[in-house]
């Protein structure tokens, strides 16, 4: 039985899908494959990305994980989570708080916003107009 889907670095030709799904989510514009894996179907169509970015001590800010929509339930967020700490360890994000439960199941914990380098998270929810409806909560995941 084939994988429903593998996941690799991301290429140059797979930005324009990449940024598509994350504008769909309210998201900027990811700025290149950099750091970016993708979780791909058989027919190496985009199905899930995660980009990481490192803050000034090297820690990790998963920033952002999207999965297309059909894709979703099919473990291709807990793959690509799974792939980026056999990457860089210790993992840390700011959750949407929609997303929190997801976040939980996987072994992240809430830390303080005291914690987060905002320039790696790459969020400004101090001063973002939908921090009402978002409710953000700063997450990080040990290292094993």
Not at 53 to 70: E, L, M
Not at 81 to 108: M, N, P, V
């Amino acid at each position: 039985m084939a994988e429903l889907f593998t996941i690799r670095d991301a290429r140059e030709s797979d930005m324009a899908l990449i940024d598509a799904y994350a504008n769909a989510e309210g998201m900027d514009v990811i700025p290149g494959p950099d750091r970016v894996r993708v979780a791909v179907n058989d027919d190496d169509a985009v199905v899930g990305f995660c980009r990481l970015q490192d803050d000034v001590n090297g820690v990790a800010y998963v920033n952002p994980i999207v999965t297309y929509s059909a894709w979703r339930g099919y473990g291709v967020g807990r793959a690509l989570i799974d792939d980026a700490r056999a990457i860089a360890g210790e993992l840390r994000l700011i959750s949407r708080g929609t997303s929190e439960g997801f976040y939980r199941k996987l072994g992240f914990v809430e830390m303080s916003w005291d914690e987060v380098d905002l320039e790696a998270a790459s969020e400004d929810c101090d001063n973002c107009p939908y921090r009402a409806q978002c409710g953000p909560v700063p997450m990080k995941l040990p290292k094993m």
